[in-house]
């Protein structure tokens, strides 16, 4: 079975740093890309970053660029996204979610919700101001 475990979400005050991880299982981790997202109440889901498990290329929304990074642990089947300097408007569930390098070779795919194949059930984000 397809599996991908969200966890390291919680509640952070603004300016803080918290690290998501992704865990991947049931699938050839080295094959995929990995992406972080986030849907806040009322909001649409919007791609927040993504990594190649293969080259170790990444992606970052303009949002978060020069706040976050992702990594990924290919021994572990695991991602990370290091978030600092979280902002209230950061405050979403996360999902973390696997695209199959044939979409993941298309750029403009990397951050699109519909290009990816497995989903985790997400991790709550909060933060305060």
């Known amino acids: 079975e397809v599996q991908l475990v969200e966890s390291g979400g919680g509640l952070v005050q603004a300016g803080g740093s918290l690290r998501l991880s992704c865990t991947a299982s049931g699938f050839p981790f080295d094959d995929y890309a990995i992406g972080w997202f986030r849907q806040a109440p009322g909001k649409e889901r919007e791609g927040v970053s993504c990594?190649?498990?293969?080259?170790?290329?990444?992606y970052y929304a303009d949002s978060v660029k020069g706040r976050s990074t992702i990594s990924s642990d290919n021994a572990k089947n695991t991602v990370y996204l290091q978030m600092n300097s979280l902002k209230p408007e950061d405050t979403a569930v996360y999902y973390c979610?696997?695209?199959?390098?044939?979409?993941?070779?298309?750029?403009?795919?990397?951050?699109?919700?519909?290009?990816?194949?497995?989903w985790g059930q997400g991790t709550q984000v909060t933060v305060s101001s």
């Open positions: 979610a696997a695209q199959g390098l044939h979409h993941a070779l298309v750029l403009r795919y990397r951050l699109l919700d519909r290009a990816y194949d497995y």
């Open positions: 990594i190649s498990s293969s080259d170790g290329s990444t």
